[in-house]
């Protein structure tokens, strides 16, 4: 069982950045690859970013691209998405995901966080 925990959402203006975080605890977090998603209410659940366990696949939903960046300390047992120029439509409950598939864009992730909650006002 791995327990993910997201942390640093909260409300920002338009065109302001926000730093989230995602601690993972519980099995060994080695070999698992990240995602985070992101849900409006009455929407789906949307791909926002992925990383690799090594760190060196990275991908992002075009929406994000050159906007947010996902990392990962796997010493710390830690995956962060830094999140600037912040737009209203960002507003969502952000999620992290773990699984250990060998696609690092995750379809069906094994492991959910419970989610933070990002809002940019405009």
Request: proline share 2%; hydrophobic share 35%; aromatic share 12%.
């Amino acid at each position: 069982q791995v327990r993910l925990v997201e942390s640093g959402g909260g409300l920002v203006q338009a065109g302001g950045h926000l730093n989230l975080s995602c601690a993972a605890s519980g099995r060994t977090f080695v070999g698992y690859t990240m995602n985070w998603f992101r849900q409006v209410p009455g929407k789906e659940r949307e791909f926002v970013a992925a990383i690799s366990w090594s760190g060196g696949s990275i991908y992002y939903a075009d929406s994000v691209k050159g906007r947010f960046t996902i990392s990962r300390d796997n010493a710390k047992n830690m995956v962060y998405l830094q999140m600037i120029s912040l737009r209203p439509e960002d507003t969502a409950v952000y999620y992290c995901a773990a699984d250990r598939s060998r696609s690092v864009v995750l379809s069906r992730p094994e492991y959910w966080g419970q989610g933070t909650q990002v809002t940019v006002s405009s």
